[in-house]
């Protein structure tokens, strides 16, 4: 089955630096991949999500970049705000009959 | 749609206990997931449900964890007997058309078993 693996688990910045989180994916037949954040104590929520047939993709200071021969993928946070303080899911699905296969999360700090 | 609605929020429980965790998934969706969050494991998926039926239970722990859904708007996971390991955030989820497509999540049920 489907594997994901996230890096890094922990992740300081300074305010409006910029930040990266990576994941790479065991399944070829992958072919959607959101991030989710989740807050404090809070669900995790959908910010952005890219599908196989593209490379990138960008929503105001949030972008993802797939390479599906290298099978990774990125978030890239740019002039990051103490707001974007929280922890980051990656995860991967197929059109298959099986759910998305999350990654363990990587814990952004943005220091003011 | 008021979102995925989970039930309770949180429970405090001595061990040994019986559990039950609710959830209302969003009206339409078809695709039901139940998660458990820990520090150490990250999230994980327990078992998920596609037009009320269980398609995959692989990620339910032990026979103590029970799952159903016995209509579309409805679901329950119960630990029975539950123990001081089954502290989690349990997390449901739910999702339309193909599984794969944003999945909306509930609250979470905060659970500590003493």
């Known amino acids: 089955g489907e594997n994901v693996e996230q890096h890094p688990s922990t992740l300081s910045v300074q305010e409006g630096d910029s930040a990266v989180i990576k994941c790479t994916y065991s399944d070829s037949a992958s072919n959607y991949f959101p991030w989710y954040k989740q807050e404090l104590g809070k669900r995790p929520q959908l910010i952005i999500d890219i599908r196989s047939n593209v490379g990138e993709k960008k929503d105001q200071r949030i972008a993802v970049t797939l390479n599906k021969t290298a099978k990774h993928f990125s978030l890239h946070i740019t002039e990051t705000q103490p707001e974007d303080s929280a922890v980051y899911f990656c995860?991967?699905?197929?059109?298959?009959?099986?759910?998305?296969?999350f990654g363990k999360g990587t814990r952004l700090s943005v220091i003011a | 749609d008021a979102g995925v609605i989970q039930s309770p929020r949180h429970e405090v429980t001595e061990m040994g206990q019986e559990v039950t965790l609710r959830c209302k998934p969003i009206s339409g969706h078809n695709s039901l997931f139940w998660y458990r969050q820990t520090m150490m494991r990250g999230l994980e998926l327990l078992i998920y449900f596609n037009n009320n039926v269980p398609i995959d239970d692989s990620g339910m722990p032990e026979d103590r964890f029970s799952a159903k859904m016995p209509n579309a708007s409805f679901s329950t996971l119960k630990i029975q007997p539950s123990e001081p390991r089954d502290s989690a955030v349990y997390f449901c989820?739910?999702?339309?058309?193909?599984?794969?497509?944003?999945?909306?999540f509930g609250q979470g049920t905060r659970l500590t078993v003493v």
């Open positions: 989820a739910s999702s339309m058309g193909n599984p794969n497509t944003e999945a909306f």
């Open positions: 995860a991967a699905g197929n059109r298959g009959n099986t759910p998305l296969v």
